[in-house]
Every structure is written in C-alpha cells, then in structure tokens.
C-alpha cells in the first residue's frame, strides 16, 4: 500500500541552524501538507501547498517556514534559524485530489533543537 | 472560541468490550470529521471519515456517528483487543480540502 515516507526520522540541531525536513508523498497525490506535534500536545497545521503555491497557512508558520516542490516527487520544510521551541514532531501529509478528503500522514521527524 | 475536546483521561478496557470515544467541538461547522490511530512516537494513522450529511459509518471493528445537532462524534471499537492500545484523535475540516484541526486525543489501553 502507498505511504508517505519522511526522512530523517531524527534530526538534531543547534538554536539558529538551518534545517530541511523531507517528505516523499504518495505518489499521484496533489495536496501536501506539514503538521506539527510538540511533545504532549496536539497535532497543530501548519501549511498546506497545491499546484507549487501555499494555499494556506498557520500564524505558527512564519518568515522562518519556507516550504517547496524541487522535483515531482519531494516536499520539504525548511526552518531558517531554529528555535528551542521548534522542537517537535513534524509531519507531512498528502491528499490525493478534488473530491477526496483523506489526509495520509507519514512517519514524521523528530526535531531536537539544542 | 473554537474548541475540540476530546477526554483526556485514558480508556481502561477489558479485552472484548466495546471502546467508545467522544469528540465535542464548539464553534465549528465542520464539513467532514476524521478518526486517526496514533502510536507513541509515530505518525497518525487514518481510520475513518464521516461527512456533516452523514449519521454512521463502519469499517470492520470500529464505528463513528456524527451528529451536528449535538456537535459531537462517538467513535466506537467493538470486541476490543490489546492491539488496539492507542491513541485515537479527532480532526475536523471544515472546508473540502482544507487544513485538519486536531483534538487532544484519547488513549485506550485493553487490558487481556
């Protein structure tokens, strides 16, 4: 069955590096998304992207959130200048089309920002 | 404001019974509401969608009902297993396509 994958599963960082989390989603799928998950709290959105562009984001995702489609297959987040409290869980998701509601969530990425 | 509350406290269930969550939200027309199955340290794991025109659905062990009246979900999981020991989330959309708000969730523990 077709999954969503994300690479690394763990990411360790010190506070103003850079970082780019990756995510393969499932193929033919056409909306991509990024959540988050800080340790003991919920499952928080932060951007959903179609057709190369961000259809909407979250006040959580700020001038240091960036994210892109460099080919047809990967989706990537990028944070600038990590924080401590960019630690989380992150997670990618995708959607496969109009008429379809389903998010598919992959694995995510443990972020520890030192 | 706009709530999602799902019980925080755990689930303690003998194995074979019937698990039933709830999902209260306030301030919310959503149009479509998912059960997801997160394990410690994992990502959600979709189970279930059911619509704002829709009343039930099923899929093998589990149940969801909505009902927009009461602004409220009941999920249930029938002859429950120690494999089910999760925790179960809620997210509404509340438009076709759009970002997913999640409740806290609830973990369950079945108990052989």
């Known amino acids: 069955e077709p999954e969503v994958t994300q690479t690394p599963s763990h990411q360790v960082t010190q506070m103003g590096q850079e970082v780019i989390l990756r995510c393969v989603p499932i193929s033919n799928h056409l909306y991509f998304y990024w959540y988050r998950q800080i340790l003991g709290q919920k499952v928080e959105f932060l951007v959903s992207?179609?057709?190369?562009?961000?259809?909407?984001k979250s006040e959580i995702f700020d001038d240091q959130f960036s994210v892109e489609r460099p080919d047809g297959s990967n989706f990537t987040l990028k944070i600038r200048s990590t924080k401590l409290e960019d630690s989380a869980m992150y997670f990618c998701?995708?959607?496969?089309?109009?008429?379809?509601?389903?998010?598919?969530f992959g694995p995510g990425t443990r972020l520890t920002v030192l | 404001s706009q709530k999602i509350e799902q019980n925080s406290e755990a689930l303690n269930i003998q194995e074979g019974k019937t698990a039933t969550l709830t999902c209260n939200y306030t301030n919310y027309s959503p149009a479509y509401l998912q059960w997801y199955r997160q394990d410690p340290g994992r990502g959600p794991v979709f189970l279930l969608l059911i619509r704002e025109n829709e009343k039930e659905k099923r899929k093998e062990r589990l149940k969801v009902t909505f009902d927009t009246t009461l602004k409220q979900s009941l999920f249930h999981i029938t002859a429950s297993q120690p494999a089910d020991s999760a925790t179960y989330l809620c997210?509404?959309?509340?438009?076709?396509?759009?970002?997913?708000?999640f409740g806290g969730g609830t973990r369950v523990l079945v108990k052989p």
């Open positions: 998701a995708s959607r496969a089309g109009q008429g379809t509601d389903t998010q598919y």
């Open positions: 992207f179609y057709n190369n562009e961000i259809s909407e």
């Open positions: 997210a509404l959309g509340v438009a076709a396509g759009n970002k997913l708000t």
